[in-house]
């Protein structure tokens, strides 16, 4: 073999190699951040208090108003973004594929389907 032919061989390896090892790192800081609990719910409840804020005069009422309530998940359902009743500042925004709500349902804290 030539020196030349070693030192492309060489580089080859060391190049490829290099490359594996970043996209394992990268890949393997993503699955920590992803799922965290920290990281989760950093996301999850600024997304989840502007729902609850958003639904609570609809399920606040006796007995809660279900056309209200149905319109906020036809929403839900249809777009795959949390509805807002008014444009917030927001930081986390949560999208849901569409195709993957084929409805929704709210349960009440007895157990019933509102």
Request: aromatic share 6%.
């Amino acid at each position: 073999m030539s020196l030349r032919w070693k030192l492309t061989l060489s580089y080859t390896l060391v190049t490829t190699a290099a490359i594996l090892l970043v996209e394992l790192v990268a890949l393997l800081v993503a699955v920590y951040l992803l799922t965290s609990p920290d990281t989760l719910a950093t996301v999850l409840v600024p997304v989840l208090t502007e729902a609850a804020s958003d639904l609570a005069p609809a399920l606040s009422e006796q007995p809660p108003d279900q056309a209200q309530a149905r319109a906020w998940l036809t929403t839900l359902v249809r777009t795959g973004q949390i509805p807002s009743s008014a444009q917030r500042n927001r930081n986390f925004r949560l999208e849901i594929e569409p195709l993957y709500l084929r409805g929704a349902l709210l349960i009440g804290a007895d157990g019933r389907v509102l």
